[in-house]
DNA sequence: CTCATTATAGTTAGTATTAACTAACTTTTA
DNA sequence: TAAAAGTTAGTTAATACTAACTATAATGAG
């Protein structure tokens, strides 16, 4: 677990702040090291260049999805639970430490670099297939509907998810999303269980 | 309809193609006058300075956007109907033309300068309220089901509309989108309709 | 335990490159 | 013949990154 020393992860931390207010062109070294407090060239003693930045964020970014998608399927309840588990425990997340995970599925990160992008849209598939296997075990157990497709419903679920997400980011933050939340999953459990069960 | 020039609308399509391909980091005056096949002083004789080449992409959008809402809603057809032609106007527009729309709806164009913010998320919103508006005449026609708010609805449908596209270009347009649509539709409407109907 | 040594983490002062943009001149077209 | 649209050759400012130096803190021999 000791993957970054303690500087590393405080510039990871503030190089996503960074990001979350004024999108990745903010995220340059001068705006960094003012961030942390210290010097331009003391951030190359932490890491290689900027692309080795970028893409430690992405690899902290993934840690933290696995661990909520690890709480999400070992709450050992039924699938139609796991996915209210999925929206609760994303926008915990979230909406406790606003600045990181905000664009951990947007395209923010997307960048010239096919290796950059490669690994954010890796982060992006891990949720989405997670999903779905929770999804396709609740229609094989008959509590989730069989008439619609798993992929279907996954698109639908994940981008429910990811458009309540960015209103409120783009709304500045300007309602309780756990509360939304909590309102979006309830509708589409009304919309995706199974009627005969 | 002279809103812009020959040439304005050259630049402002081969903008778009560079962002779509490379993300706003590509759009440079330098990569911009390489595409349009003319010298870099010479995009300041159309454009007063880059910002006004965004807010024109922006302007450009809204009437693109506009046009297709005016589609959806002419059609003089059902609630449930307008939803699909929602899907296929977009879609069909999109995978015609690939470069422009794709990042539309995406946060791609989101910059620092609160102007071009605004002006970008108004063109998200416009089809966020038109779509709102449909739902919910077809709830109060008795079309579309009563039991989940129009808000709800509103937010799976253009969540599950975003998904696609998105993961359609992160795909590398790797499937048919317009087909892919189409099923995304059915799927939306078995789950919206009003089944005492 | 002390003190020399050495790796670590910071500094200031710069470099090379690239960005947006301009000045001044020329060609093209109405 | 004059306005519109293009050119070349720059400027200024910002960016990522480096060189060379310094302070601090851990290590290890006497």
């Not at 405080?10 to 062109?25: F, R, S």
């Not at 696995?66 to 309840?77: D, E, H, P, R, T």
């Not at 999804?135 to 429910?160: F, H, N, P, Y």
Request: glycine share 4%.
């Amino acid at each position: 677990m000791a993957r970054f020393s303690d500087r590393q992860k405080e510039i990871i931390n503030e190089a996503l702040k960074l990001i979350a207010n004024n999108g990745i062109q903010n995220l340059t070294i001068k705006n960094l090291s003012k961030a942390v407090n210290f010097s331009e060239p003391a951030i190359y003693r932490h890491f290689a260049d900027k692309k080795d930045i970028l893409m430690s964020i992405i690899t902290y970014l993934t840690i933290c999805e696995k661990s909520i998608l690890k709480k999400v399927q070992a709450s050992g309840v039924s699938a139609l639970d796991q996915i209210d588990n999925f929206f609760a425990e994303h926008f915990h997340q979230i909406a406790s430490e606003r600045n990181s995970t905000v664009m951990k599925y947007s395209e923010a990160l997307l960048q010239h670099d096919p290796k950059l992008s490669k690994a954010i849209i890796s982060v992006m598939h891990l949720s989405r297939d997670t999903l779905s296997e929770i999804i396709e075990a609740g229609q094989k157990a008959g509590e989730i509907r069989t008439d619609i497709s798993t992929k279907q419903l996954t698109i639908v679920i994940m981008g429910a998810f990811r458009f309540l997400m960015a209103s409120w980011q783009q709304s500045n933050f300007a309602f309780d999303l756990e509360v939304e939340g909590k309102k979006q999953a309830e509708a589409i459990r009304k919309m995706i269980h199974n009627q005969g069960h």
